[in-house]
Every structure is written in structure tokens, then in C-alpha cells.
């Protein structure tokens, strides 16, 4: 049997492959449940290439992919710690910050999000008292892993973009702890995790450790979306009930299905570029379709990439798009660029600049009135949109709120997604953006 230990999505996937039987998880219970038992002594300990392979008896073997790219994070060092002649080539190193316990300084209570996370075994215990993490590794020796006090980090928005840390869970958890109490600054015009209390934490954490979550992640990854930033879109969207908003459900309003609430699918054909198999990929927006949880999700994230794409990155136009549809936004941006001056590209490539919404509160407010300030003469490829307002039947129209109340959700500070070939890495707290052509970077990039 071999058990391959790699970091995939966010976290780590534990493959287990048994003659012509292959499983693989992301499901920390199991993980930690294999981790606990492992034996301290392998008959061969050998690295090839970038992996650490450990063979014991039976031929049975554990692999750590990317053993040098991750050596330092704390999952690695607490494998490592498990084995207990290893060479001189693998290090043992102090983890250097206080893991779940910096989530649990005070302000939110992230106890149950942390604990329900990893569903840690009796064999893998804190002492709170001594600021070290105990391992039992089933074979009645622990292994103890120092953690170094550290002073408080006050400057996330210094950080390095591509620093994988930065898009892992447990460390996202963290900085959306430090936000929570004030310890580092938010974003002056969209905050972003003000939602993040106990209850939608956990409900989030629950979700993204599902089947459907990791789905979502797999999916997030292959056509090049932040899966933080959808997770936090469809918790707006469906408060992550999938079954409840189907027709039929409680919560079913007629017209919008499913997790990601698709509106009235009918056979829409949504064409979006799988970046795994290098070509697009198309899938029709049928109910059946949309009934189906996976291919709900399958479908948001293809929608989300197109709009993504529409607005060249721009995840706040992208974001608001998804609500209020393209036409509108489309021209709600044109109405502002001949406000200031600018031109509808200018605007677009903006991420910095939010002004705008305050035609998405006018049209909330008054969708009648917006429309009838139109001038058709000078926007005439609006007239349907325009049209469609002038028969709003309510007195309110989508969410004015919809980016704000997204980003409540989310967790975490750096964003990544991938927009026409290019990495556009994003710093929420500042709106900081960095593009990186997507050929320039190592062959195995993830997004998340």
C-alpha cells in the first residue's frame, strides 16, 4: 500500500493506492486518523526529486510530494516528527506561529471551527500550557514540536504576493481572526470577513471540508477562480442550502435554483476555458442540471469566470455582474465613465476605483427613474436593458449591497484568479493587484 501525502487545494490530499485501487481525501479526520498510526522506523528513507518516499515493511510506502516546496509548513514537520532516524537532508523545524492558537487570542471564538476542521485524534493534542503540539504515533512514542512565541503581525499587506501560506486555510483563518479584532486594518471602502462570526465560520469551514466543498475547490482550480471568493459568493447567495432552494424547497423563490442560485435555466449553453485540460469547455444550464449539486456549482464558477473575464479581473464588477446581470453594469460603467471623463476600458481597469456604485444604489432604489434618465440617442445598445427597467414590477431592484455582503463572508486577505492567461493576485485589504503571465510560472501553479 502507498499513501501519498500532497498539497493540493486548501490543504493537503492523503491518496492511498492498493494494487489497482486508488482513493484520495481531503478530509483531515482520515488524514490526521493515518498520520497517528504511522511507524517511526522505515526500512529506507529516500528523496527523488522533490518527493520523500519512506518504505517499510511489506513494501508499504509514504510520500511527501514536494517535500522541499513545503518543508516548512506545518503539516510536513508533523509527519517528519513521526519518523525517528530520519536523514540529515530532512529537518525538523520550529514552526514558527502559534497554529490554531492564534485564532484563539481573544475576540472571535474560532474553538469548534478550528477543532471540527481537523477533528484531531486523541494522538494529536495542544498543551495550551506549554505551547507545544504532542504527537503519538501509534506506536507508543511521541514526538514534541516546539512553537516559538512571535510578536503580533501588524503587516499583512507587505506580504509577498505568491507566498503560498497565504492561501492556505488554517493561516486564512488566522488573518480573518486578526481583522476581526481590529489588529490589522480592512479595506476603507469593502471590507472584507465582517460576517465571519462564529456561527458562519464554522457553517463555512463545515462546507469547504465537504465532499461539495472540495468539489467546489477542484472546479475553482480547473477554470481559475479564488474558491474563497465563490465559497463566499454562494454563502451569499444560498446560505450554502442547495437542497432548500431547489423547487420544492423552502426557500425555492420561483426562479433562481440551487446553490448558486442559477436563474431560470432552459437549456443555456455556458461556455468557459478549463485551464487543466487547456481548452473550453461548454455544459447547458438545464434544470436537471442545476438540480445537481456538483453541476450547480460547475455552472456558477463557469458564469463566474465569463464575467470575471468580461470585466479583466475586475472582482467587483465581476461580483456585482452576478447580480445585477452584464447589460445593467455595463451600463451603469458607461453612465460613470462619461461622468469623470474616462472611457468604459479606463473604468474597467480601475480595481481601485468603487465610485460607481453609486449608480448600483440608484438603480436599487429607483430602477424606474434610473431608466428613465437614460438617454436612448446616446446609449442606444441599452435600449433593452433600459426597457426592461421601465417594467420593473417592484418598487426595489437586486442587492445594492451584493459586493459587500459577499466579501463579509470572506476569508482570508489575498485573492487569486486567473483572467486570460494571466495570475491576477489580489490584496483585499488595499486593493493591490499583481498580473502575472500565467506561461512564466511553474507548470503546476494552483489557485488556491
Known amino acids: 500500500m502507498t499513501i501519498i501525502y500532497e498539497r493540493c487545494c486548501n490543504g493537503f490530499r492523503q491518496t492511498i493506492r492498493d494494487e489497482n485501487i486508488k482513493s484520495s481525501t481531503n ?66 523545524k520550529k514552526i514558527n506561529h502559534k497554529g490554531i492558537a492564534a485564532i484563539l487570542g481573544g475576540g472571535i471564538v474560532l474553538v469548534s471551527v478550528t477543532l471540527s476542521m481537523f477533528h484531531q485524534p486523541s494522538s494529536l493534542q495542544k498543551n495550551s500550557n506549554s505551547q507545544k503540539i504532542s504527537f503519538n504515533n501509534g506506536v507508543g512514542r511521541s514526538d514534541v514540536i516546539e512553537i516559538e512565541e512571535i510578536e503580533q503581525d501588524n503587516s ?104 448558486c442560485q442559477l436563474e431560470t435555466p432552459q437549456g443555456q449553453e455556458i461556455t468557459a476555458f478549463n485551464y487543466s485540460t487547456n481548452q473550453e469547455e461548454t455544459i447547458y444550464e438545464t434544470m436537471d442540471n442545476a438540480i445537481d449539486e456538483n453541476c450547480n456549482i460547475k455552472m456558477g464558477i463557469m458564469r463566474f469566470q465569463n464575467v470575471l473575464a468580461k470585466y479583466k479581473g475586475n472582482q467587483y464588477l465581476a461580483l456585482q455582474s452576478y447580480n445585477y446581470g452584464q447589460g445593467l453594469v455595463d451600463l451603469i460603467v458607461c453612465v460613470y465613465a462619461d461622468e469623470i471623463g474616462s472611457t468604459y476600458d479606463e473604468v474597467v481597469a480601475n480595481y481601485n476605483d468603487v465610485n460607481w456604485l453609486k449608480y448600483v444604489e440608484q438603480v436599487h432604489n429607483d430602477p424606474i427613474g434610473f431608466a428613465n434618465s437614460i438617454d436612448l440617442n446616446k446609449y442606444p445598445n441599452f435600449k433593452i436593458t433600459v426597457d426592461y427597467l421601465k417594467n420593473w414590477s417592484y418598487q426595489t431592484y437586486g442587492d445594492d449591497k451584493y459586493i459587500s455582503s ?21 490584496n483585499n485589504l488595499n486593493n493591490e493587484v499583481n498580473i502575472t503571465n500565467l506561461e512564466q510560472v511553474e507548470n503546476n501553479f494552483k489557485i488556491s
Not at 472584507?192 to 471540508?209: A, P, R, S
Not at 459577499?406 to 489580489?426: A, F, H, M, P
Open 406 to 426: 459577499t466579501l463579509s463572508y470572506y476569508i482570508g486577505v489575498y485573492g487569486k484568479n486567473i483572467v486570460d492567461g494571466n495570475i491576477v493576485e489580489r
Open 156 to 259: 499583512l499587506i507587505e506580504q509577498n504576493f505568491i507566498d503560498e501560506q497565504n492561501y492556505d486555510l488554517i493561516f486564512r483563518l488566522e488573518q480573518s481572526s486578526q481583522l476581526y479584532k481590529g489588529e490589522i486594518s480592512n479595506n476603507i471602502n469593502i471590507p472584507i470577513g465582517t460576517n465571519l462570526n462564529e456561527y458562519t465560520t464554522n457553517k463555512l469551514v463545515d462546507f469547504i471540508n465537504s465532499n461539495s466543498g472540495q468539489y467546489c475547490f477542484d472546479i475553482c482550480e480547473q477554470f481559475g477562480i479564488d474558491p474563497y471568493l465563490f465559497v463566499s459568493l454562494m454563502m451569499k447567495e444560498s446560505s450554502l442550502n442547495h437542497q432548500d432552494t431547489l423547487p420544492g424547497g423552502q426557500y425555492y423563490n420561483g426562479c433562481a435554483v440551487g446553490i
Open 27 to 92: 478530509n483531515m479526520q482520515k488524514i490526521y486518523d493515518v498520520l497517528s498510526k504511522l511507524p517511526s522506523d522505515p526500512k529506507i528513507i529516500q528523496k527523488i526529486g522533490d518527493d520523500y518516499i519512506m518504505v517499510y515493511e511489506h513494501n508499504d510506502k509514504i510520500i511527501l510530494k514536494n517535500y522541499y516546496k513545503y518543508r516548512n509548513e506545518k503539516f510536513f514537520q508533523q509527519v517528519l516528527a513521526t519518523i525517528k532516524n530520519y536523514p540529515p537532508s530532512v529537518r525538523i
